[in-house]
């Protein structure tokens, strides 16, 4: 397995793609929801939905008729995790003092804690002729009351086909 990670301003994009999975030869994707789980938001299922149409087809990969099978289908499967952040306070702490009389001491408060919610989305690409899952990227973000955007999703999608080669344009037109 090849990988890399992505972080921006709360939010976390990582990729993990396959070296055997022939990934440039793939023409049509289909979504798939996921089997188990709860089932994504409208609006998120709606930004995910939207923002795979516009990369895959920039990657010269579009999506299947309802007649036609497709060469890959994509499961997004979202989830969320209770997170706690701890940060400890500093061990030495520094008290002013006139030259060259310094203070240090042991600090003796305890440390940070603070919790969140984090929303992860995984989008599996699975090849359907083998069943295998050739790419896999995760979307995590911290939620402040409400649930990832559209943008966070966008940009998210974006970056997980990036690793999927451009292939042929005539599909990208259609």
Known sequence: MCGCSTTNSGVGVTTNTYQSAPIGTYHTYAVKPAEHGAPLSQPVDAAVRDSLRQNLAARGIREASANERADLTVTPQPSTQQRTLVEPYNDWVYT??????????????????????????????????????VLRGQLSEELTGQQMNAANIDGAVKKIVAVIPTGTPQYAAQ
Do not use: N
């Not at 940070?112 to 359907?128: A, H, M, Q």
């Open 96 to 133: 002013g003092g006139t030259c060259p009389y310094y203070l240090y001491f042991k600090s003796p408060w305890p440390p940070k804690e603070e919790s969140y919610t984090e929303e992860i989305l995984l989008l599996e690409f699975v090849d359907t002729s083998s069943q295998k899952v």
